[in-house]
């Protein structure tokens, strides 16, 4: 059993068979949402950018690829860090633009 909650913002290890082992995503849905439901929603981490419109960059060679969202069971992901406040909110602000018209 998971001890440590997984929170919006972290940067997990997927390991699940329909997205890949070894894939890095972002998680975006709010820890009190990952610890009810045991699920995730993340965002997956491309190794290079192809200026997309939905990418986020992080760091210097990889972008969140805000418009490819996948659940998965909290026990399919590892947390190996955090990105920064300034990327989730880019990464939340391009999914909200995708999913709600203006």
Known sequence: MRTTAIAQGDLVQ???AEVG???RAVVITPGAYNARSRYVLVALVAG???EHPFEVSVGTQNVVLADYVYPLRTE???VVGRVQAAVLQDVLAK???LLFER
């Open 14 to 16: 997927v390991c699940s």
């Open 76 to 78: 399919q992901v590892q």
């Open 95 to 97: 999914l909200e633009a």
């Open 48 to 50: 290079k950018s192809h």
């Open 21 to 23: 082992s070894g894939v």
